[in-house]
């Protein structure tokens, strides 16, 4: 029986991977802002990333270190730098003061293009702190992640329930499924590739054009879509009228407009893991269509 280490626990990524942990029967130590319900074989450790006793608490033990915590939203860039970068570092600390060898890093696409936004700039910072280090590291750079319990996509879901699907300038993206990632993270967690820099998807090659991404979205809701590609501009006068309207709970900020704006977020095929260790097992589309139901059920639609 193996004991992990998680941060990020709390979230959509990490909640999916402590279910596939429990099942595969580890235990976990988890960090968590806040109170949560007892769960066997999970020992919820009070703290954040910025409260080195509590991070240190959390690696005591621990055979492998997951972070998957992060920052996707901040105010600036002092906000991206200490949820990311200064964050990734304080976990790294907290890893070595308690010996604790094996550290998987899930990191971003956007760590490619630091340049872009704020959020790629500090997700590259992050990822220099874990290359730095002496761990026995592995660093994960997912696409954008869909699936059931995911909140960053359902204005899209809603929004192809009316036959509409607003994008940014043509381009490419790949996706991966939640199950799918947590997947790779557990394994990771117990098998060493060494030390790289993994990226993943669901296999498609060359990804997804928005365009064919809106129309899969749409016929997991049901709906023939009109895929809309929008100005840059148009969708930073967007990001502004978010802001007004959700204030910090936005979703099109003006920092992701830069990122969106990008045309090729697609993985680089070379990097993907050795299949014998992982490939992934949900295709998009019945994907798409499990997020939709999780959607409907929970009334979301």
Request: glycine share 10%; aromatic share 6%.
């Amino acid at each position: 029986m193996t004991t992990l280490a998680l941060t990020g626990g709390t979230g959509f990524v990490g909640g999916r991977l402590i279910g596939l942990a429990l099942a595969a029967g580890h235990r976990i130590r988890a960090l968590t802002r806040r109170p949560q319900n007892a769960r066997e074989g999970v020992t919820w450790v009070p703290g954040s990333l910025s409260t080195p006793d509590a991070l240190e608490e959390l690696a005591t033990g621990a055979d492998a270190l997951i972070h998957v915590a992060g920052v996707v939203n901040a105010r600036d860039r002092d906000g991206f730098m200490r949820g990311n970068a200064a964050g990734t570092q304080a976990m790294l600390d907290a890893a070595a003061r308690a010996e604790v060898a094996r550290f998987v890093h899930v990191s971003s696409l956007a760590a490619r293009e630091p340049g872009l936004s704020d959020y790629g700039w500090s997700k590259a910072g992050a990822e220099r702190a874990v290359t730095d280090s002496d761990r026995a590291w592995t660093i994960v750079r997912p696409p954008a992640i869909y699936g059931p319990g995911d909140m960053e996509m359902r204005d899209i879901f809603r929004l192809a329930r009316y036959g509409l699907a607003l994008l940014p300038p043509p381009g490419r993206m790949s996706l991966i499924e939640v199950g799918d990632l947590a997947r790779l993270l557990l394994t990771l967690a117990t098998h060493d590739p060494g030390r790289v820099i993994l990226e993943v998807d669901d296999g498609a090659e060359r990804g997804w054009t928005h365009g064919d991404f809106a129309r899969a979205v749409g016929d997991a809701v049901g709906r023939r879509v009109l895929p809309l590609p929008l100005p840059r501009a148009i969708l930073s006068l967007a990001s502004r009228g978010d802001a007004l309207l959700r204030g910090e709970k936005a979703k099109l900020t003006s920092d992701r407009v830069s990122y969106f704006c990008h045309p090729d977020w697609c993985i680089d095929p070379e990097k993907r893991p050795d299949p014998t260790l992982w490939r992934p097992e949900v295709p998009t589309p019945e994907g798409l269509a499990r997020t939709a139901a999780w959607y409907r059920a929970q009334g979301l639609l």
